[in-house]
């Protein structure tokens, strides 16, 4: 089948394309993670199953490997996001939580802390999202873009911490401004 125009040709490099799915995944987390619920589990899935193989298993000499298993088990993730919601939605928040706090300290502690602080966040996601699941959702879809979009800036964890906070920030007024209008059209 032809097509009535032509399409432009693109040429990425595999660095450039990274780049540019992670911009995209930043930019609709930040500002619709809590409607894109299914995304938040993806990217978390993906993130924490990245961190795993990259510091746990000896596959650095495979470059497709370490992106295989991630990919695979972020759509696992959502897959299991739409359908077994209740338990997926707690374990994501300890994932969330886990990837968080070891995002957050690991520029600033050294061994074995950071690890730690991965612990330590777990805990603390999972009983956010069991009890305050949509402002929750908000909070840590809104940390979890500004953190991706981050991820490729070279800078001093200073300011890379001070930049996530102020797109958490803006996510987090964007997303809550969106929940108030959605009240008010099902209220009409």
């Known amino acids: 089948m ?12 595999p660095a450039q394309l990274n780049f540019a799915a992670g911009v995209a995944v930043g930019v609709a987390l930040l500002l619709w993670g809590r409607r894109l619920y299914w995304l938040f589990f993806a990217t978390i ?6 961190l795993f193989t990259k510091w746990a298993l000896p596959i650095e000499n495979v470059e497709w490997w370490w992106r295989l298993v991630p990919l695979a088990v972020g759509i696992v993730g959502a897959f299991l996001s739409i359908f077994l919601q209740k ?21 600033f502690l050294q061994d ?8 330590g966040g777990a805990v603390v996601g ?13 909070l840590l879809s ?18 890379r911490l001070a930049v996530v906070g102020a797109l958490m920030l803006v996510g987090c ?4 401004r969106n929940k108030a209008k959605d009240k008010k059209k099902k209220n009409r």
Do not use: C
């Open 142 to 159: 809104s940390l979890l873009g500004a953190m991706v979009l981050l991820e490729p800036m070279d800078a001093k964890p200073e300011i």
């Open 112 to 119: 074995p802390w950071p690890w730690v602080s991965l612990a």
């Open 45 to 50: 899935g993906f993130l924490v199953a990245s």
């Open 126 to 138: 999972f009983f956010i999202i069991f009890y305050l699941f949509n402002g929750a959702l908000v």
């Open 87 to 107: 338990i997926v939605i707690r374990l994501g928040g300890l994932l969330t939580g886990a990837y968080l706090g070891f995002f957050l300290s690991e520029p």
């Open 173 to 176: 007024a964007y997303q809550s």
């Open 2 to 13: 032809e097509l009535p125009f032509q399409l432009p040709e693109v040429h990425m490099t």
